[in-house]
């Protein structure tokens, strides 16, 4: 038996094991991990009913089936037809209110878009294409417009693309107001418009580079069709081609002085035949050294004599000043250069064999020293290469040698070799590589065979992943060589070179252009090491653009 003291513990440690146990229980934490939730919210009740007829409510309450959150909403959801005072939009738990502060118009069918507004709270995922439809009288319109959207330079549909409509009297309100009908293509381009009424429309695609649903900038895609469409009954299979349109101006989009002391100018478009020149201070022009990206879009402007408090700088092209720029600077401001270099060696360290080796400094060189610059083979010294300036090019330099495919190499640029045209010298540079094989190279002959020797086409050999490798101009059918290139994946892509530039022509909305047209041949060719593959390639007829 238990004594006095024996039981009041025993009862005291059962007392606590219990609290405890409780405790512990309701303490209890949901799992951790686990697959990340991306399942968007799903609605569950609406009051009125979405669809309703002969709606006369003054408010909508819908509710989901977690808790959900409002994004840009005054932004992202629209009203068809628009009301004069915007609706209000408010969001509580899993609830969404609408409340209408204008008048319904009389049998009329309305459609709320919410296009990316409704996330959940936990995650963000995001609902998309929501709709809730209602008319003020006993029919609701029911006809769709369906299709998919592609992007033309890639030939691949695109996702997550702004698909609007506006009814053809409305038209002029493109690239001024954001549509009231709209919805975004799905992970496989398709789109589909519904609920719309009997009118004429004129559709477009947007790829956006800011959320506002106006083309506006530069950067974005777009996509229309040149004639309307006549909406009578349900219209699918509707084929939207994004491009990026070619800005109708030129224009100076950025410009700055680098922490180098360079002018960098960014323009909205490629150039043909770019040249810069300094106008003031006019004794800098003679002594500046200028370089252009590969597109011809942005100019590096190095100036010997940085003595001054601004520029003004006129930007040409073939010949022609096409725009003038104003930049201030401080006259007494510093700059931190450090010269450096890269050199045309793959990220496997190697280089195409029966290459010169090109070392790209980061700032144009005035002068090297060669007795400062070493080359070795196998860990010995080398004396028998040459090193010449590019006269195209102020930064390059080129390393001629009779290269050794088993050899291992190394370029050492020591302390003082480098001067840039400021007078500043390179700190120690190494950088070491071997020469790749041969037996890694392969030869691609395409026999093409053009479908109207008429026209003129474009050829492009594309890696991969896209990358425009070559590009050749043709009119009759006929095979091109590709000698000396990796062994690797090729596309081959055919531009329909309306206007015989040899280059693939952007379209206008404005001018209601169409681009140019392209096809890519889905075959995928696979090079092996070491050897000549022949590949066949039919250019079907050109589609005609609607």
């Known amino acids: 038996?238990?004594?006095?003291?024996?039981?009041?513990?025993?009862?005291?440690?059962?007392?606590?094991?219990i609290v405890l146990f409780i405790f512990g229980c309701a303490a209890q934490q949901p799992p951790q991990g686990g697959p990340r939730d991306q399942t968007p919210p799903k609605l569950v009740k609406a009051i009125p009913g979405n669809k309703t007829r002969n709606f006369n409510a003054k408010q909508i309450d819908l509710e989901f089936d977690e808790f959900i959150?409002?994004?840009?909403?005054?932004?992202?959801?629209?009203?068809?037809?628009?009301?004069?005072?915007?609706?209000?939009?408010?969001?509580?738990?899993?609830?969404?209110?609408i409340e209408f502060k204008d008048t319904l118009l009389k049998n009329t069918t309305y459609v709320i878009n919410f296009g990316k507004a409704i996330q959940d709270v936990n995650e963000s995922n995001i609902l998309k294409n929501f709709t809730y439809v209602f008319s003020t009288g006993s029919h609701i319109d029911s006809l769709s417009i369906s299709g998919s959207v592609t992007n033309t330079l890639t030939q691949e549909k695109e996702k997550d693309v702004l698909v609007f409509i506006f009814p053809v009297k409305q038209d002029t309100l493109f690239g001024k107001k954001k549509p009231s009908i709209f919805a975004l293509t799905d992970s496989s381009g398709n789109f589909a418009l519904n609920n719309l009424r009997e009118d004429d429309y004129r559709i477009y695609a947007l790829k956006e580079a800011s959320p506002d649903k106006i083309f506006n900038r530069d950067d974005e895609l777009i996509a229309f069709l040149k004639k309307p469409i006549h909406l009578r009954a349900d219209t699918s299979n509707i084929q939207l081609n994004l491009f990026k349109q070619d800005p109708e101006k030129f224009r100076v989009s950025e410009k700055r002085f680098d922490t180098d002391g360079k002018l960098l100018l960014v323009f909205n478009k490629g150039l043909t035949q770019p040249a810069v020149k300094i106008l003031y201070p006019s004794d800098v022009d003679n002594r500046k050294q200028v370089s252009f990206s590969r597109t011809k879009d942005t100019a590096s402007v190095y100036l010997r004599n940085m003595n001054f408090d601004s520029l003004r700088v006129a930007i040409f092209d073939k010949g022609k000043a096409i725009d003038t720029i104003y930049q201030l600077k401080r006259k007494n401001e510093s700059f931190t250069r450090t010269l450096t270099a890269s050199y045309n060696i793959g990220n496997d360290s190697k280089l195409k064999p029966g290459s010169n080796l090109v070392v790209t400094a980061s700032i144009p060189i005035e002068s090297f020293d060669q007795s400062q610059i070493t080359l070795n083979e196998d860990s010995v010294a080398t004396s028998d290469y040459t090193i010449q300036k590019d006269t195209g090019n102020?930064?390059?330099?080129?390393?001629?040698?009779?290269?050794?495919?088993?050899?291992?190499?190394?370029?050492?640029?020591?302390?003082?070799?480098?001067?840039?045209?400021?007078?500043?010298?390179?700190?120690r540079l190494s950088k070491k590589f071997q020469i790749n094989k041969l037996d890694n190279y392969s030869q691609l002959t395409v026999k093409l065979t053009v479908p109207d020797t008429a026209k003129a086409y474009v050829v492009e050999l594309l890696s991969e992943d896209k990358k425009l490798i070559q590009s050749d101009a043709i009119t009759k059918s006929t095979s091109l060589v590709y000698k000396g290139i990796l062994a690797a994946k090729y596309y081959v892509r055919i531009i329909y070179d309306e206007n015989k530039n040899g280059k693939w022509d952007s379209g206008n909305v404005k001018l209601k252009r169409q681009p140019e047209n392209i096809w890519l041949n889905e075959k995928l060719i696979t090079l092996r090491p070491n050897w000549e593959a022949e590949e066949t390639v039919t250019i079907p007829k050109e589609k005609v653009t609607p």
Request: aromatic fraction near 12%.
């Open 1 to 17: 038996m238990l004594n006095t003291k024996s039981a009041i513990f025993y009862k005291n440690s059962l007392l606590i094991f």
């Open 69 to 97: 959150k409002l994004t840009n909403a005054y932004q992202e959801i629209s009203m068809s037809p628009a009301m004069e005072k915007q609706p209000e939009y408010s969001s509580n738990k899993r609830k969404l209110k």
């Open 394 to 427: 102020y930064k390059l330099l080129n390393i001629k040698y009779r290269w050794r495919e088993a050899s291992k190499y190394e370029l050492i640029i020591n302390d003082g070799a480098l001067t840039d045209i400021y007078g500043d010298k390179n700190k």
